[in-house]
């Protein structure tokens, strides 16, 4: 069992940056492939962003690639994704997943585990 509770969301202008944590409890964060998904108002869930186990590699959608980096530290359970340069289309409901597939390529399917999801808006 695997329990995710995000943080750092909140207000920003466009152009502007934010920072999203993810804390995961259980002795074993570095099985599971961690990743971020949004959504919108309206709008199905969709990925954004995955990371390896140990961090080695990552995906992206692409409209965020270039703009936002996910990592992780295991030693501390957290995964983060950095955003920047943001955008009106990237407000959300941004949520923290965890996936004991090998693959970094993960639908929202795959995912075992949620977190609550932090809010995102962006202004114009």
């Known amino acids: 069992q695997v329990q995710l509770v995000e943080s750092g969301g909140g207000l920003v202008q466009a152009g502007g940056s934010l920072r999203l944590s993810c804390a995961a409890s259980?002795?074993?964060?570095?099985?599971?492939?961690m990743a971020w998904f949004r959504q919108a108002s309206g709008n199905e869930r969709e990925f954004v962003a995955a990371?390896?186990?140990?961090?080695?590699?990552?995906y992206y959608a692409d409209s965020v690639k270039g703009r936002f980096t996910i990592d992780r530290d295991n030693a501390k359970n957290m995964v983060y994704l950095q955003m920047n340069s943001l955008k009106p289309e990237d407000t959300a409901v941004y949520y923290c997943a965890a996936s004991i597939e090998v693959s970094i390529r993960i639908s929202s399917n795959e995912a075992n585990y949620w977190g609550q999801g932090t809010q995102v808006t962006v202004s114009s």
């Open positions: 259980g002795r074993t964060f570095s099985s599971y492939v």
């Open positions: 990371i390896s186990r140990y961090g080695g590699s990552t």
